[in-house]
């Protein structure tokens, strides 16, 4: 509690004060989200994922993630898939870092193995949605270079460039709501090419424990494809008490079968 | 050595018997679990799920012994039925399978799982019968040895069969990850009968094949392994102590065969690098019998040319290199070749996927080509085809020469409930 509003009072006269680059604020700001959603601890939460083509056929996706959140490097997650029916138990670990690549471990339950998988395909589609890899795993400020763009009314919009090369961006365009703690409503994605590819928003916001901010939907939209995908977030639980135990790869094929 | 070919009644008097033995080790397992379980007043979650499948198998060349045949339809029924309770910290897990076939070897059922999962802080405990994939190589699996393989119901001997164990996993951050075996009871290999295709030219019943032990099936059996990452590094070694869950085959100058379950002391190793998209694999085993010791190593990688077209499209290249110091002795046939292949992923919605490859020998012309396809209709329907093609094989591999007629092609179609 203390040291969020020393961030905070830190956050505003850094805003105030003349002369702060673009590149200053973009990153204070960036800076001012992760803290406002600092000690969450861990989550478990199930979500429905719905893709759309451009004919308007839809497939569903249902998984369940699990989130440890660690200060020192990036956050550990597990996903597990409870449909489709045939894939149903495919689990994968991941251990974000900071910087350099993530560690991430696939779990095939028709035959019981554990494979080390690489986590270098970023770009690619989550399982045939409109997230790649990236959109979906853990948010490090360190792995984005800042620049403020505007201010309209709460909205604070910051360009971000990724500082991986593999990345399928060349920029993200992120609105954050500074009056909600920082929380993102919406992000536009430009292509290696620098033209708009996709456009995620967030909607049905609800907030947790007096301080964590959790869409209830995230809609992404693929404006070249015409596709998109939606995710349903049932109600977090924040409450689970998580511990490394639950992010080994024996926990990886418990939570498999 | 002469076929014994034992009247259909006896056949199955004996089959039943083995799975009587199971069944009882079943029900000392369970007895523990329930005892072990009985203060738990916790949420309680059931799934059930099953899979029913619809399998053709046509062996396109003419057979190469007597009584074997060419079309091979077949039926599988996989019912799957999960209880856990204490936030997913209590499990018990039953995974159940059927196969219906036109070879009488191949119908066969087995339980591939029913156990009993505690897991508390950095400690699991498995009871019961189950399932558990040791390796790092994709196109053989020299380390993997807890479960005997089903070696009636794919050519990969990615199939397995429900083990009896007690297995007790210690996880720690600093030293890695323990996992500790004990194994009390063995199962044999099954065979294809007199009508299947990929077999010897003499049937072996598996019944026929003893164990080296005096105190055969029930030799009480362990196995420990070590696991652990640093970086970009996955280590694993292994050990295993007990029956062999290869049979070990002996042929003398008269063409005879004496084929038996050795007791054996195995120690398997496991490395794989994981770097950008590269993958290092290193897997090899040291076995030791009375009859017979020897190395085997395999070692390769696989790279990934991901999201090529911007839509998701991966295509991973992969090779292998295989060696077996049995040489001709190996049952695999893999002694000195060299493994090429491909995986082709759309990353579509429907989870199209393609693995095609080919095994070339390094000391004879017999390669061995294969096709693996896959895609999701609808949302709970997959529809699999499988080709292997044996190709000029040499009459002088002891074990591959009776496959050379046997390359097939298989279409199969699954419903999920």
């Known amino acids: ?68 959140e660690l200060t020192e490097d990036g956050d550990k997650s597990l996903i597990v898939f409870n449909s489709p029916k045939d894939v149903k138990g495919t689990s994968t670990l991941t251990f974000t870092h900071k910087v350099g690549s993530d560690d991430q471990w696939l779990y095939l339950p028709s035959i019981k193995r554990v494979k080390r998988i690489s986590s270098n395909n970023k770009s690619g589609p989550f399982v045939g949605s409109e997230f790649a890899y990236e959109d979906l795993s853990s948010q490090e400020v360190e792995k984005y270079s800042y620049k403020f ?52 928003s967030y909607s049905d916001y609800k907030q947790y424990k007096n301080k964590f901010w959790r869409a209830n939907v995230f809609k992404m939209v ?23 135990d639950d992010f080994s790869q024996v926990a990886l094929q418990r939570a498999g079968n | 050595m002469e076929t014994i070919t034992l009247e259909l009644p006896l056949i199955f008097k004996i089959t039943s018997v083995k799975h009587n033995n199971l ?69 018990i897990n ?11 070897e ?7 799982e029913l156990y009993y999962q505690k897991a508390k802080g950095s400690w699991e405990i498995n009871v019961g019968l189950k399932k558990v994939y040791w390796g790092v190589i994709e196109s053989n699996h020299l380390v993997d040895i807890i479960n005997q393989t089903d070696a009636v119901e794919t050519f990969d001997g990615e199939e397995k069969l429900g083990q009896p164990m007690v297995q007790f996993n210690w996880i720690t951050n600093n030293i890695g990850t323990f996992d500790f075996f004990y194994l009390p009871y063995h199962r044999k290999r099954t065979f294809p009968g007199v009508d299947g295709r990929l077999r010897f030219g003499s049937v072996i019943d598996k019944d026929d094949l003893n164990y080296e032990s005096g105190a055969e099936e029930w ?9 652990h990452y640093f970086g970009i590094f996955d280590v694993a070694l292994s050990h295993f102590y007990g029956n062999g869950r290869e049979p070990l085959f002996l042929f003398d100058n008269l063409g005879n065969i004496n084929a038996f379950y050795p007791t054996i002391n195995q120690t398997g190793l496991e490395v794989q690098v994981t770097h950008d998209a590269f993958l290092w694999k290193l897997e090899s085993i040291y076995r030791d019998a009375k009859a017979q010791h020897f190395l085997a190593l395999a070692a390769g990688l696989e790279y990934t040319f991901g999201n090529i ?36 992923a759309f990353n579509d919605t429907q989870d199209t996927s393609i693995l095609i490859g080919g095994i070339l020998d390094l000391d004879a012309s017999s390669k061995i080509f294969s096709l693996e396809a896959s895609r999701r209709i609808g949302n709970s329907w997959k529809a699999e085809v499988e080709a292997r093609v044996f190709s000029s094989i040499d009459e002088e591999e002891l074990i591959l020469s009776n496959f050379k007629e046997d390359s097939f092609f298989r279409l199969s179609i699954a419903k999920f409930f």
């Open chain 1, 1 to 68: 509690m203390k040291s969020s509003i020393i961030s905070i009072l830190v956050f505003l006269v850094a805003s105030i004060a003349f002369g702060q680059s673009p590149e200053e604020r973009g990153l204070q700001i960036a800076k001012a989200a992760e803290k406002a959603d600092l000690g969450f601890k861990s989550s478990i939460v199930e979500l429905k994922m719905t893709l759309k083509n451009k004919n308007g056929q839809t497939s569903e996706r249902s998984l369940s993630t699990r989130t440890l």
């Open chain 1, 149 to 200: 763009l505007e201010e309209k009314g709460s909205i604070l919009v910051v360009e971000q460039d990724p500082v991986d090369p593999k990345s399928g961006y060349t920029r993200r365009i992120v609105s954050y709501n500074k009056d909600k703690g920082y929380r993102i409503e919406k992000v536009e994605f430009y292509d290696r090419k620098n033209a708009l590819l996709k456009t995620l």
């Open chain 1, 222 to 244: 693929n404006h070249q494809s015409g596709k998109e995908t939606i995710l349903n977030f049932s109600d977090y639980n924040f409450d689970a008490d998580l511990s490394e």
């Open chain 2, 23 to 91: 069944v009882l080790i079943v029900l000392i397992f369970f007895s523990f679990a329930l005892y072990a379980q009985s203060d738990e007043k916790k949420k309680v979650n059931h799934e059930f799920e099953l899979e029913l499948e619809a399998e053709y198998r046509y062996f396109f060349n003419d057979a190469q012994f007597p009584g074997q045949e060419t079309h091979f339809p077949a039926l599988a029924i996989k019912p799957e039925y999960s209880i856990d309770w204490n936030k997913g910290k209590e499990q």
């Open chain 2, 94 to 104: 039953f995974s159940g399978f059927f196969r219906l076939d036109r070879d009488k």
């Open chain 2, 106 to 112: 191949r119908t066969h059922w087995d339980i591939r």
């Open chain 2, 219 to 227: 030799r009480q059996d362990f196995a420990v392994r070590w696991k």
């Open chain 2, 309 to 344: 077209d911007g839509n998701g499209l991966d295509i991973g290249v992969l090779g292998e290199y295989l060696y077996d110091e049995r040489d001709e002795l190996a049952l695999s046939g893999l002694q000195n070749d060299v493994f090429f292949g491909s995986r082709i």
